[in-house]
Every structure is written in C-alpha cells, then in structure tokens.
C-alpha cells in the first residue's frame, strides 16, 4: 500500500483545524467544543446562549460544504445498513452522549489535554466499547 498525500495531509489539517476551533472557543468564549452540548443548547438555551452555539454549527455545515466544493470524491460513500439500523445508532449515541456528560469530541478533543478525569474515563470506555462492537458486528453477527 502506498502511502498518498490525501492519506496523512487531510487529517493532519482536519485534527489541525478541529484542534485550532477547540482552542479558540475555549479561549474566547470559555466554552467546551463538544458538538452535542452545543446542538442541544442551541435547541433548548436562550437567545443569547444560542447565539454563539448556532455559529459553531453554521461552521461545522459551512466547512463541510466547502470541503465538498474543493473534493468532491471525498464524500463517495454508502452505506450497507438500514434506515433504522442508522436511527436506532443515532438514538444510541445521544443516549450515551447524554449518560456520558458529553460526547467524543467534548471528552477526546477538550477533556484529554485538559486531563479531566471524567474524559479519561469516558474516552477509554468509547474505545472499548467500539473495540467489542466492531467485533461483535464483523465476526460473531456477520452484518
């Protein structure tokens, strides 16, 4: 396998960026850059908390289109599972974001290099339990 640009420049810049985004808004605002905080508090906060959450996620869509505006190819994909394989993993993840105190980038971007304790604990069980998953669906169920 030969080791191509887009394969260690994009999530260099990406973890660069997402990292940069983190860090300013930590910096500025005093606030965590965990992306399910942010979109249930720009659902259920007031209009001056809204505010600032709803940037972050005009953000998040507007780099998104902008990536698929220079590479189109990187958003080539499919899915194999079902609609409601999808909805119920999407219902999962907000259950255990909400279980959690936060979800992956809140604890793996923000709460590691602050060595919080909570977000040690809670990145080490996101990898297991991805780690057993992934097991479990590949080799025991053959999804």
Do not use: E
């Not at 808004?25 to 906060?45: D, N």
């Not at 220079?70 to 499919?78: A, R």
């Amino acid at each position: 396998m030969t080791l191509t640009m887009d394969m260690w420049l994009y999530p260099l810049v990406g973890g660069f960026l997402i990292g940069l985004a983190a860090s300013l808004l930590l910096l500025l605002q005093g606030r965590i850059f965990g992306v399910t905080g942010i979109i249930s508090g720009a659902l259920f906060s007031g209009p001056v908390d809204r505010k600032w959450r709803l940037a972050v996620i005009l953000g998040l869509m507007s780099g998104s289109a902008l990536v698929y505006l220079v590479n189109p190819n990187m958003f080539n994909y499919s899915f194999n599972s079902s609609y409601l394989m999808m909805a119920v993993a999407g219902l999962l993840v907000g259950f255990g974001s909400q279980l959690g105190s936060g979800c992956t980038s809140g604890h793996g971007i923000c709460g590691l290099p602050r060595l919080s304790m909570r977000s040690i604990v809670a990145v080490g069980t996101f990898m297991f339990t991805g780690i057993v998953t992934v097991y479990i669906v590949k080799h025991i169920l053959v999804l």
